[in-house]
């Protein structure tokens, strides 16, 4: 995706919270449970504990349970108006999210929550000392008038595994994302 079209998705984004697949695996594999926080009350969000604390495997690469802990603590950092972690979870310190941190912190300003259904990461690719990996995610988003607004899309994170790249570069960053409103 170019930088143009992630830009203004994220903008797109914010906007529509502001106004407002994976093909099935084994059944044996557990179906992730919603993460629902609001500002008043913060749940510890029901995620695989072992990916709260990233550590490095021995490949240096981040895992997947990792990345899908990213697009977690996103969301978690939105509902607890924590603004600038959010933003800190793009990649390029926020500026893969094509805006502002002031416009990006804006952007949630009638947002009163958004419970977000964090689904396995796929589709993982490498390219040039990076990789990428895509997590599904919906989202039902609640404004403080009352309405919600449900969306269903992905986000694209990307990860440094070249030679030399920092502990900070391996971890996993939020590099774009597609959501489309459900009707």
């Known amino acids: 995706m170019r930088s143009t079209d992630s830009a203004i998705f994220a ?25 629902t926080a609001t500002a008043a009350a913060m749940p510890t969000p029901p995620v695989d504990q072992s990916a709260t604390a990233p550590s490095l495997p021995e490949s240096n690469a981040p895992s997947d349970a990792e990345a899908r802990q990213v697009v977690v603590d996103y969301y978690t950092a939105i509902n607890a108006r924590d ?54 995610v919906e989202l039902q988003s609640r404004q403080y008038n009352g309405t919600t607004r449900t969306y269903k899309g992905r986000f ?14 391996r971890r996993w960053h939020l590099a774009s994302a597609e959501m489309q409103r459900i009707p």
């Open 83 to 136: 603004y600038q972690k959010a933003y800190s979870l793009w990649s390029e310190d926020g500026a893969a999210s094509g805006q502002s941190f002031e416009h990006f912190s804006g952007g949630y300003a009638n947002t009163e929550s958004v419970v977000a259904t964090v689904d396995e990461a796929v589709n993982e690719e490498g390219a040039a000392g990076s990789r990428y990996i895509n997590v599904p």
């Open 156 to 169: 694209t994170l990307r990860a440094v595994v070249a030679d030399g790249a920092t502990e900070a570069q």
């Open 11 to 35: 903008l797109a984004l914010c906007a529509v919270l502001a106004s407002c697949t994976q093909d099935q695996q084994a059944a044996e594999k557990p179906v992730p449970e919603p993460i």
